[in-house]
């Protein structure tokens, strides 16, 4: 067993948060896989894992290397469809986050960033979209109006 697959197993073993903020890069790609895939399993929305796993993803959105960025929307996305309008809570410092960090990225991560906003809208955090919206809005004036 290489090196990698060992600090890889041994990482499966840390809490979710230790796993999510993890230094290595790969630690934390996988850790947003096996959240994803952990939401995904969860079909009751007053889960007690998903109050858990809720305010993690202020951090794991705004990640620094982008395909790990990815996963954590992707996890996201996955925690957004089994919780329920209790993750509102969340969608301001999220949905923050999601804008500081993911709008002007790969394609890809900006479309998976619009469509965490839309499950956020579903989920009836509606402030913390039209937050977002007024924000963005402002943005493009000011670039494209920039001398």
């Known amino acids: 067993m290489s090196e990698e697959e060992k600090l890889l197993k041994e990482a499966k073993k840390l809490p979710w948060e230790d796993r999510l903020l993890h230094k290595n890069w790969k630690v934390r790609n996988e850790a947003n896989i096996d959240l994803a895939s952990h939401c995904d399993s969860i079909s009751d929305p007053k889960d007690s894992r998903l109050r858990e796993f809720a305010p993690l993803f202020r951090k794991t959105v705004a990640d620094s290397n982008a395909p790990v960025q990815e996963r954590a929307l992707d996890a996201l996305i996955a925690f957004l469809r089994a919780a329920d309008a209790d993750a509102g809570r969340y969608a301001k ?3 923050d986050a999601i804008v500081a ?12 960033a619009q469509a965490a906003f839309i ?3 579903e989920l009836e955090a509606v402030e913390a979209f039209l937050s977002f919206a007024e924000n963005e809005r402002t943005n493009c004036y000011d670039v494209a109006f920039a001398e």
Do not use: F
């Open 93 to 95: 410092e999220v949905c």
């Open 101 to 112: 960090k993911c709008l002007t990225g790969r394609p890809k991560t900006v479309e998976k």
């Open 119 to 121: 499950l956020w809208v």
